[in-house]
């Protein structure tokens, strides 16, 4: 289980420097191209979830997320006995979680900025919480 917290511990860390670093620097400038056309760093005040769903509701989403971080907190001590990956798997979900919900208490939004241009913008976060899930899979 120790492990497992730190690895989400380390997440967390990472993701709100990022994000920190994209309030910053991003913020004043809106959008810097890194690969013209192909890949930005935009920032975005994202109301919503994933791809911007459920815009306008941060109160209710807040409160959703905040008990699905209790939940995954709760479940980590089932995950202590289990292989590495898995529990790799719950940290990213777990940090990467917890890092949105930092943003949503803090700002009531969460800061988004990698910008491919043909999908919606994201965070370090999201991108934890997405291979957490494919490592699962």
Same mark, same amino acid.
């Given at each position: $289980?120790?492990?497992?917290?730190?690895?989400? =511990?380390?997440?967390?860390?990472?993701?709100?420097?990022? *994000?920190? =670093?994209?309030?910053?620097?991003? *913020? @004043?400038?809106?959008? !810097?191209?890194?690969? #013209? /056309?192909?890949?930005?760093?935009s920032f975005v005040e994202n109301? /919503?979830?994933?791809?911007? &769903?459920?815009?306008?509701? @941060?109160?209710?989403?807040?409160?959703?997320?905040?008990?699905?971080?209790?939940?995954?907190?709760?479940?980590?001590?089932?995950?202590?006995?289990? *292989?590495?990956?898995?529990? &790799?798997?719950?940290? &990213? %979900? +777990?940090?990467?979680? =917890? /890092?949105?919900? $930092?943003?949503? %208490?803090?700002?009531?939004? !969460?800061?988004?900025? +990698? #910008?491919?241009?043909?999908? @919606? !913008?994201?965070?370090?976060?999201?991108?934890?919480?997405?291979?957490? !899930? &494919?490592?699962?899979?």
């Amino acid at each position: $289980m120790h492990t497992l917290l730190s690895v989400a =511990a380390l997440v967390l860390l990472i993701d709100q420097t990022t *994000k920190f =670093a994209a309030l910053w620097l991003l *913020k @004043p400038r809106g959008s !810097v191209p890194v690969i #013209d /056309g192909i890949f930005h760093l935009s920032f975005v005040e994202n109301t /919503g979830i994933a791809f911007g &769903f459920f815009q306008g509701h @941060p109160e209710l989403l807040s409160y959703l997320i905040f008990a699905s971080v209790l939940c995954l907190l709760g479940g980590s001590w089932f995950l202590r006995n289990q *292989k590495l990956p898995e529990r &790799f798997a719950y940290a &990213f %979900i +777990l940090g990467g979680a =917890a /890092g949105n919900l $930092m943003d949503r %208490i803090r700002f009531q939004h !969460v800061i988004d900025f +990698l #910008d491919f241009r043909v999908w @919606p !913008v994201f965070n370090v976060a999201d991108s934890f919480i997405t291979i957490g !899930v &494919f490592l699962f899979i």
